[in-house]
């Protein structure tokens, strides 16, 4: 197979501190492509803001840069996109490479802030037949690879309990809802519960995000899934907890990083070569891996199907807080809840 062309749909700026209002990840991902250069081309930007394109393309060295993407689309005919916008216009951008007969393309994560929006875009990608995947680039990760490998190894027995005590719903949540379906099997969710606390505005790439959440689950097969969030967060006292008939795995934000207690042994710590719940080289391993099951026709495990599971699980805790009750799934709403709960006033978050 000739080399992969590869545009991409908002380049970012790389920033002085990275945070919500900008990382630049399609810096990121062009790092990943960088390393494969036996596999791919790097051949177009498009950005509503030229000078990002341009100083994009510049350090990537290609010289067509777009302002609008449907334009490129149509002249450069890529066969990988990464879109690294804001998950408002993730699905639109999908859906139009979809339509363009775009091979496949490799989206930021949250898939999007609608979960009508997030449906339709994994679903125009099928019917189209463009691979799409998103950027849940930390199951790539040494802590979160060698836990999952110890619990298909069976080193805590069978999963009883998945807890998740960082982050957020959405933002940093995607990842880690994510995560805890991987750590149970890509398992489908019977039901969610979940409780929220909005006070203070908290806008993320565009996107309201809680400030404090607690979340529980119940996957079919019976695991159960409990995430605290914000100042809740301490109570589960680590990153994922995976908690097993016969052990326990604690994946942590600190030193060590992964720390097993199996039946009959004290607490076994492991540094995970220096790897850290954040990197380095998780982007890396991540674009590596889809471009590989691109070329080889394979699924990657950054599909589409397990980005919406999460992006489910993320929206039924919302909606869990608006019906003020018990969500079963599948989901069976368009919007953003919260969202829709800020707009109509039932939650009032304060500006800064
Ligand atoms: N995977 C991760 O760990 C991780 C980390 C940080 C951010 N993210 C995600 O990455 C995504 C992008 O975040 P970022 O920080 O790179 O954003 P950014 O603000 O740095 O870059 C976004 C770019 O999109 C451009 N843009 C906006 N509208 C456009 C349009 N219609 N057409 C073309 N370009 C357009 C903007 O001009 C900007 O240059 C978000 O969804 C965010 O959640 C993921």
């Known amino acids: 197979m000739s080399k992969l062309r590869v545009a991409f749909i908002g380049t970012g700026r790389v920033p002085e501190k990275a945070g919500p209002m900008g990382y630049a990840m399609a810096y990121s991902h062009a790092d990943g492509y960088l390393a494969l ?11 509503i803001r030229p000078e990002n394109s341009q100083a994009f393309a510049e350090r990537y060295g290609f010289s067509d840069t777009f302002t609008d993407y449907h334009e490129m689309l149509q002249e450069v005919k890529p066969d ?5 916008t804001w998950p408002h216009l993730h699905a639109e951008m999908i859906i139009a490479c979809a339509e363009a007969g775009v091979s496949a393309v490799h989206c930021e994560k949250p898939v999007a802030d609608k979960f009508g929006d997030a449906k339709r875009c994994v679903t125009a990608c099928e019917e189209a037949g463009t691979k799409l995947t998103f950027a849940h680039q930390r199951r790539y990760g040494k802590p979160f690879a060698t836990a999952h490998q110890m619990i298909h190894d069976g080193a805590i027995g069978t999963v009883q309990k998945i807890e998740i005590g960082v982050g957020d719903l959405f933002d940093y949540g995607s990842h880690n809802f994510d995560m805890a379906n991987w750590f149970n099997d890509e398992g489908d969710t019977d039901w969610v519960l979940a409780g929220i606390d909005y006070s203070k505005e908290n806008l993320i790439f565009g996107a309201h995000n809680e ?12 695991v159960f899934g409990l995430a605290c969030t914000g100042d809740c967060g301490p109570s589960v006292g680590c990153h994922h907890r995976i908690i097993g008939s016969d052990g326990i795995i604690e994946i942590r934000n600190d030193t060590p990083v992964l720390r097993v207690l199996a039946a009959g042994k004290p607490w076994q710590e492991y540094d995970c070569d220096g790897e850290s719940c954040h990197g380095p080289g998780f982007i890396e391993r991540c674009i ?16 589409g199907r397990n980005a919406l599971r999460a992006t489910e699980q993320i929206f039924a805790c919302w909606e869990s807080v608006r019906r003020r ?8 709403i368009e919007d953003n809840p919260l969202t829709d709960m800020v707009e109509r ?4 978050p304060a500006k800064e």
């Open 37 to 47: 250069p036996d596999d791919v081309e790097m051949v177009a930007a498009a950005d």
């Open 80 to 84: 990988l996109v990464s879109i690294c």
């Open 211 to 222: 400030n404090h959440a607690l979340a529980l689950w119940r996957y079919e097969n019976g």
């Open 288 to 303: 590596a891996d889809v471009v590989d099951a691109i070329k080889t026709r394979r699924e990657s495990m950054m599909n």
């Open 325 to 332: 009750g018990m969500v079963h799934l599948p989901l069976d």
């Open 345 to 348: 006033g039932e939650l009032q």
